[in-house]
């Protein structure tokens, strides 16, 4: 579903993402301002306690700009890891050199910690994707939303060995403002997506790089999956789509976050 694309133009997302850095560095000004103003010398006295990986709040605005500037595209690989189509689709991202994001979801993560660590050790990024993909999500309470995002970042970073997923995407973009403030507070930026290669529904590996070719000028960040059924036209898209998209120019980033 693509809740979030279209409407604007790409040079519309790369506005907003500037201003995404502006409001991220208010942000975390503000946050630290607030802490020292709470805690006042017995948050120093208590600091030795703190990880030295404490999490900063990012922007709760949705992500879809990317890292990599006007021509960069960010990968976004989502619903796995998948012990049949991760390894194939991590295997062409170190054929062709490129760092992708992937959404994972929380069951996924317990079931197949060997991948997540493969995911991170290749130099990937990690986005929480919730605990059970219920993409009818903003419909639920409050504790339900927090407790699929949450249980999500922790089984995702046990899963990886301690590496912290720095993105938040909604099972199928059902984000709300609850949803986006409490991923944020916790060091996920929502990420969303411009373009849905409607891989998920095996329409051909012709139709998923025309499709790509067809909406990049919607904006940079598009939408793969590794699992949830047979993902061999993901594999030979991609295969065939980042030697192109290399060709025409892009390089490629992950979401600003
Ligand atoms: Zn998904």
């Known amino acids: ?8 133009g790409w040079y519309g997302k790369v506005l907003g993402a500037a201003l995404g850095v502006t409001l991220l560095a208010t ?6 301002a607030q802490a020292g103003a709470v805690g006042g010398p017995s948050a120093k006295a208590s600091a030795p306690a703190e990880p030295a990986t404490a999490v900063k709040p990012v922007a709760v605005t949705i992500a879809h700009a990317s890292d990599a500037g006007a021509r960069g595209v960010n990968i976004t690989i989502d619903d796995g890891p998948d012990p049949e189509w991760t390894p194939q689709v991590l295997d062409v991202l170190k054929e062709f050199g ?14 197949h910690p060997e991948l997540v660590k493969d995911v991170v050790a290749a130099g990937h990024r990690l986005c929480d994707h919730s605990v059970s993909h219920d993409t009818t999500m903003d419909k639920k309470s409050e504790a339900y939303q927090s407790q699929q995002i949450l249980d999500a970042e922790r089984m995702i970073t046990e899963a990886s060995g301690g590496v912290r997923p720095m993105y938040y995407r909604a099972p199928g973009g059902a984000f709300t403002p609850y949803s986006r403030k409490l991923a944020a507070s916790h060091g996920m930026r929502p990420l969303g997506w411009n373009v849905d290669t409607k891989d998920f529904e095996q329409p ?10 067809r909406e990049l ?6 939408l793969f999956h590794d699992a949830g059924g047979d993902r061999s036209q993901t594999v030979e ?3 065939r789509v980042l030697p192109l998209l290399k060709a025409e120019g892009y390089s490629f980033g992950f979401p600003v976050r």
């Open 1 to 8: 579903m693509a809740r979030h694309g279209g409407g604007r």
């Open 27 to 32: 942000g975390a000004s503000v946050w630290t």
């Open 98 to 111: 490129v760092k992708a994001t992937f959404c994972i979801v929380g069951t996924q993560a317990q079931a």
């Open 204 to 213: 051909g590996a012709d139709a998923i790089v025309a499709t790509v070719e």
């Open 217 to 222: 000028p919607n904006g940079p960040t598009l």
């Open 237 to 239: 898209a991609l295969r």
